[in-house]
């Protein structure tokens, strides 16, 4: 079949590997399958998106809401790589899912409205599917409802036009849509079981999600989540859009 490809944009070794692994194992890949490629450290080159079964995005320390004057030469650079990506494949309707991070870049690409007005500390929420959510492809898939990982600064507070409300929260209204018939796109960390949020956690002790201080308990949060449901839609996901 033809490769998945996921872009990261993680500088930190040990959570970009992480995550790679993460993906690899929930979408039910081996190497060959999932090409990566990590646009923190370089420029997006061309790529045809024809040699790919569809494109993933990770999770970051960036902010895609955060003011352009914050932002680090790199970041920028970084945007305006997945701007000129996300115009192609939303026209095209090509596979795409993004995770976190993910949702922002989709968010603003599409005029939707990205802030700090439902950000999460870290830990497991309970995520509730839309009838619209129930009725899709990807997520009807899984459970009505199921506990995922979160841990974000920002996330997308109004919609873009056009876009389907596939899953929702109590804390954060907007944990899934979808543009399209095939771009998706996920407040939750659908990748992340126990060992790797606890890897992240450690990661990150001092990039502002939490007070340093609390890392031991978060860990023991983590430890004591159940959260295998999210994972089966990055494995719904490849399987639906696996090509020869």
């Known amino acids: 079949m033809k490769p998945f490809l996921l872009l990261a944009t993680r500088a930190e070794n040990v959570a970009a590997d992480g995550e790679y692994e993460a993906f690899l194992d929930a979408g039910r890949l081996v190497p060959d399958e999932l090409h990566r490629m990590r646009l923190e450290a370089g420029p997006l080159p061309a790529i045809d998106l024809d040699d790919y079964s569809g494109v993933i995005v990770g999770g970051s320390p960036f902010n895609a809401s955060d003011p352009d004057d914050v932002k680090s030469n790199i970041q920028r650079?970084?945007?305006?790589?997945?701007?000129?990506?996300?115009?192609?494949?939303v026209e095209r309707d090509f596979p795409f899912f993004g995770a976190c991070y993910g949702i922002g870049l989709l968010g603003t690409h599409q005029g939707g409205v990205v802030d700090r007005t439902f950000?999460?500390?870290?830990?497991?929420?309970r995520v509730t599917l839309t009838a619209e959510g129930e009725a899709d492809p990807v997520f009807g898939t899984v459970e009505p409802s199921f506990h995922a990982f979160v841990g974000h600064k920002e996330a997308c507070s109004v919609l873009p036009d056009g876009a389907v409300l596939l899953a929702s929260g109590a804390t954060c209204p907007v944990q899934a849509f979808?543009?399209?018939?095939?771009?998706?796109?996920?407040?939750?960390?659908?990748?992340?079981?126990?060992p790797g949020i606890i890897t992240r956690i450690r990661v990150y002790r001092d990039y502002g999600y939490?007070?340093?201080?609390?890392?031991?308990?978060?860990?023991?949060?983590?430890?004591?989540s159940s959260v295998p449901e999210p994972g089966r839609l990055i494995a719904a996901f490849t399987a639906r859009h696996a090509r020869p």
């Open 77 to 89: 650079r970084v945007e305006g790589d997945f701007a000129r990506l996300l115009q192609e494949v």
């Open 119 to 125: 950000s999460e500390p870290i830990g497991a929420v």
């Open 178 to 194: 979808r543009i399209g018939q095939n771009v998706y796109a996920t407040q939750f960390h659908p990748e992340l079981t126990v």
């Open 210 to 224: 939490f007070d340093p201080a609390e890392m031991d308990a978060l860990i023991a949060m983590a430890e004591s």
